[in-house]
């Protein structure tokens, strides 16, 4: 049942991420591939550090849910893999749809609703591929250690924007982010 759970989890957000990839044949697709972002709302938001904090902790769960797929192709990582991912998301969904609506808010207004995962990647220029993001560390050492280092404190989401994660949880790029509320951004 665990491994039910686990490939159903996984398959709903990551059929999410690679959603681009896919032809859109339907009238909903064809909407969805329109939402075009409020043109005061391009870019990363510097000056808004509540929406700031949504963005950088969205490509973070945007990254892992690129690298997890890309793991599920390697026989002995898949399962680890998807048991980790499966845990870590039954810790972080609640956290993650809260960053994604908050963002669809920000970045689509009126048209929020309609706002998927794909959109959100393409309003923040997110890659489509993990492999860029590896550098010169090889796929099958990423997927290596993915189910150890999910459980760190860097993808503790939830604690990160309730500003309630130690410092260890930071990411390490020098840019000191003001502990956001686990709360709806105002509109």
């Not at 945007?62 to 810790?91: N, T």
Request: aromatic share 6%; glycine share 4%.
């Amino acid at each position: 049942m665990k491994r039910v759970l686990a490939l159903l989890l996984l398959a709903v957000t990551l059929s999410a991420a690679r959603a681009e990839d896919m032809p859109q044949a339907s009238p909903e697709a064809t909407t969805r591939a329109t939402l075009v972002v409020l043109p005061q709302r391009m870019g990363y938001a510097f000056e808004q550090p509540e929406i700031l904090i949504r963005q950088r902790l969205f490509g973070l769960a945007h990254g892992l849910s690129l690298l997890a797929a890309s793991c599920l192709d390697l026989p002995a990582h898949s399962m680890p893999i998807q048991d980790a991912y499966a845990a870590w998301h039954v810790k972080q969904g609640k956290t993650i749809e809260t960053i994604v609506h908050d963002l669809a808010d920000y970045y689509f207004g009126p048209r929020a609703d309609e706002a998927r995962w794909p959109d959100l990647s393409r309003a923040l220029n997110l890659p489509d591929s993990i492999q860029p993001a590896l550098g010169e560390v090889s796929l099958l050492a990423a997927c290596a250690t993915l189910p150890e280092a999910i459980a760190r404190p860097r993808y503790a989401l939830d604690q990160i924007l309730a500003g309630t994660a130690g410092p260890e949880a930071l990411p390490n790029d020098g840019v000191a982010m003001p502990p956001p509320a686990l709360q709806r951004v105002p509109e």
